[in-house]
């Protein structure tokens, strides 16, 4: 059984960087494509970026590119989101989610997800 636990979040100030961190525990992981989603207050889940199994290929959602960068380490494990340039539209709780191989920004599409963790970035 896959399992994901986020850590990282916090309480920021805008502009300033944070580094969210996604451990995964299951033999599969390292053929799955993984990628962060969040949800802020009120507003339905969105995608935010996705990156394959080798690592090769990246994609993010236009609010956040340029500012964030997804990045996975096979050999241990954790998924990366490292979030520069924060803004308050960036509040949400951020969840990992791990799908069988293949690009997608849909959530149904994903099987398996973490409990979040909360971002709060003031001004």
């Known amino acids: 059984q896959v399992q994901l636990v986020e850590s990282g979040g916090g309480l920021v100030q805008a502009g300033v960087s944070l580094r969210l961190s996604c451990a995964v525990s299951g033999r599969i992981f390292r053929s799955y494509t993984m990628a962060w989603f969040r949800q802020a207050p009120g507003k339905e889940r969105e995608f935010v970026a996705a990156?394959?199994?080798?690592?090769?290929?990246?994609y993010y959602a236009d609010s956040v590119k340029g500012r964030f960068t997804i990045a996975r380490d096979n050999a241990k494990n954790p998924v990366y989101l490292q979030m520069d340039s924060l803004n308050t539209e960036d509040t949400a709780v951020y969840y990992c989610a791990a799908k069988l191989p293949g690009r997608s920004s849909r959530g149904n599409e994903y099987d398996y997800w973490g409990q979040g963790t909360q971002v709060t970035v003031s001004s």
């Open positions: 990156i394959s199994w080798s690592g090769d290929s990246t």
